[in-house]
């Protein structure tokens, strides 16, 4: 990409959540970490994770869930000790040879001659309900933790998960650092106590899903417009995510699956390189991100228009065994029930050993969201069923997916594609499109 090419940041956005929201989820938190904490001092550092080269920064998902501020190089400082009870947000230094490049970001801002909060520091109050006199640059990290260190007995960290290897960067270092200088000190997962709070979603949280979902199931239906033996996987992956694109999506929730004949049967395939031919079947596992929220819809369709006798028996199968899980979802019980129902459905089938995976994951800011798995599913939990059956002698894989929101009374399914045989056969024989626009 060259210079005059590179993209500018929507980090000053902040999520749209009122900051009574972010102020009782870090509250909510607080207490998490006080009952863990066992009564003895702790602190806890929330870093929003750093950019890398070229790639598009997204916020670490607690940090957003806490603040709703997208900018990198930021941390929120919690602590409980003796002395006080605090609660610091670290933001970037304003940087107007930065922005030059990528864009403003939500900055610290500074102070006004009188010692006052200037007009960019309290804008990040206002935006993040966080006191202005509380908020300050990420560079003074080393002198905010000087004093409280000494005071704690528990520490608190979203260590980073999953870094790509030769990738670690600054936080996990400074991470390892501090560990290393205080052996004295137990260092915990933030993140693992935060998940539960963000397993139950919002209203607001809802309504982000809900644009992303549709604008998902919109890509489902521009396939089905489109999809013709002799097409490239890639070709499917490109009409996905223009959709995605032209509809107002960011980006995607995950690397976009387009699986055919026999890669249908491989759960993650992401190369989408072949070429499909007439008798396949077409795995579509797709998720635009939208305002930071995830959705994940999977379709599976016949390429020349109409499913063989086979493809439809197994379509059927899988078809039921998602109406079972949707009907064992509702607030008490566990996800592994719901998965169970999928199961019982399949092996009354005949197809057991054809379906080796969970049915079910939480869904929300990450496609796989947070949330501990042991605890029963409460109204407004947000998770995806999706049972399958592959069969790979055959190279006949099928996957449907919805996603579904818990609610007093039972599940919502809360995504809309065409997901009937019937229906999609009918679709796929109208007249193809050759292109998307």
Known sequence: MSARTAPSHRNARTSGVSTDHHAGRRQALKDRFKADAGGRPWLALIFSGEERNLQVF??????????????????????????????????????????????????????????????????????????????????????????????????????????????????????????????????????????????????????????????????????????RPGMKEYEIQAIVEYTFMSLGAEHVAFPSIIGSGPYSCILHYDKNRRTTRRGDLVICDIGCRKDLYCADVTRTYPVSGKFTKRQRQVYDAVLAAQEAALGAAKPGVLVKDVHQAAADAISKAGFAPYFFHGTSHY???????????????????????????????????????????????????????????????????????????
Request: with cysteine; proline share 8%; net charge negative.
């Open 58 to 227: 997204t916020p670490d998902p607690t940090f957003y869930y806490l603040t709703g501020v997208e900018s990198p190089n930021a941390l929120l400082f919690l602590a409980l000790t003796p002395r006080q009870d605090s609660e610091i947000l670290l933001l970037p230094a304003t940087d107007p040879a930065k922005e030059r490049w990528t864009g403003k970001v939500l900055s610290s801002g500074g102070l006004t001659p009188d010692c006052l909060p200037d007009a960019l520091r309290a804008e990040a109050g206002a935006r993040t309900g966080v006191p202005s006199g509380s908020i300050g640059i990420f560079q003074q990290i080393e002198d905010v933790l000087v004093r409280p260190m000494r005071e704690v007995d528990v520490v608190y960290m979203n260590f980073p998960e999953d870094t790509p290897p030769g990738q670690v960067g600054w936080v996990q270092h400074f991470a390892d650092r501090l560990r290393a200088s205080n052996p004295h000190l137990q260092f915990r997962h933030a993140a693992r106590l935060a998940g539960d709070l963000r397993r139950v979603k919002e209203g607001g949280e809802i309504e982000k899903m809900r644009a992303a979902m549709a604008i998902t199931d919109e890509a489902q239906r521009a396939v089905l417009g489109h999809l």
């Open 363 to 437: 869904l929300g800011i990450e496609a796989h969201d947070a949330g501990s798995y042991d605890l029963p599913l409460e109204p407004g939990t947000v998770i995806t069923i999706e049972p399958g059956i592959y069969i790979a002698e055959e190279e006949l894989g099928v996957r449907i997916e919805d996603d579904v929101l818990i609610t007093r009374t039972g599940a919502e399914r809360m995504t809309h594609a065409p997901r009937d045989a019937g229906e999609i056969e009918k679709l796929l024989g109208r007249p193809r499109k050759t292109l998307v626009v």
